[in-house]
């Protein structure tokens, strides 16, 4: 998972000036987040198969060293959390103090790239929890069954965790609205005058940018960059295009 990140960072750092890709390699890290979760979503689901494997035919476990294993494992992962946690956070506050200045604070960084590697880590630390916890009813009170039924409680969390994760990486990759409220922002600073907004389409090209194309009706058109002015103070709007088309009256109107 931590590779899978890396490598997105990499190519898109590497080919953000690349004439190739239209609107930059933001969705990169989209790109990698989602298979990272589809990833996840195979790996709980191959813990799933052997824990019910286990629980109808249980195999001996040697519970000391599988629990020093287990709390080793867990405080590995427990620093790597904390580690992409300061990561994102610092760079959602940087995001948050730039909106801030732009007293506006409908579009905010999500970097989904980021976000699948600190969902890996942290399914790695459950499955170490559950694991201690089972292991040692099993020493102390003999309870086998413990080591597959904690597992199958841990697919079920990581199993959730993968489709929000999906689901989030996916609204990007399809190019959906990412903030309603933004885009109703948008619309009422174009919408001045008389100006009607007869198309709009918003959408994210990567963590902290998104594209704005709107096409705009007036009967007295300003320049198009009169109506981008109106939309420069809006932080996050990395790629706006406005088409201006006049209306002369509505004796004019198509009905």
């Known amino acids: 998972a931590l590779a899978i990140a890396a490598l997105a960072y990499r190519f898109a750092r590497h080919h953000a000036r690349d004439?190739?890709?239209?609107?930059?390699?933001?969705?990169?890290?989209?790109?990698?987040?989602?298979?990272?979760?589809?990833?996840?979503?195979?790996?709980?689901?191959?813990?799933?198969?052997?824990?019910?494997?286990?629980?109808?035919?249980p195999v001996p476990i040697d519970f000391e060293p599988a629990t020093w294993l287990a709390v080793v494992g867990l405080a590995v992962n427990l620093a790597s959390a904390w580690l992409l946690f300061d990561e994102d956070h610092a760079h959602a506050h940087a995001h948050h103090d730039h909106d801030d200045d732009h007293d506006h604070d409908h579009h905010h960084a999500h970097d989904s790239n980021l976000r699948a590697a600190y969902v890996h880590v942290l399914a790695d630390a459950l499955t170490s929890v559950l694991a201690i916890v089972a292991l040692l009813a099993g020493r102390f009170y003999g309870w086998v069954w413990m080591d597959p039924a904690m597992a199958l409680v841990g697919v079920c969390v990581i199993l959730s965790w993968s489709v929000g994760l999906?689901?989030?990486?996916?609204?990007v990759l399809l190019d959906m609205v990412p903030d309603r409220r933004l885009a109703g922002h948008i619309r009422k600073r174009l919408e001045v005058d008389g100006d009607r907004v007869s198309d709009l389409h918003l959408w994210r090209l990567g963590p902290g940018h998104a594209g704005v194309i709107a096409s705009v009706v007036s009967d007295r058109p300003q320049p198009?960059?009169?109506?981008?002015?109106?939309?420069?103070?809006?932080?996050?709007?990395?790629?706006?295009?406005?088409?201006v088309h006049h209306c002369a009256g509505p004796e004019h109107e198509a009905v």
């Open 19 to 57: 004439p190739r890709f239209t609107f930059g390699t933001g969705k990169v890290g989209e790109l990698a987040a989602f298979t990272s979760a589809i990833i996840l979503a195979m790996i709980a689901l191959a813990i799933g198969y052997e824990a019910a494997m286990r629980l109808v035919a």
């Open 166 to 171: 999906t689901r989030t990486a996916g609204t």
């Open 224 to 243: 198009p960059a009169e109506y981008k002015r109106r939309l420069e103070d809006i932080a996050g709007l990395s790629h706006i295009t406005v088409e």
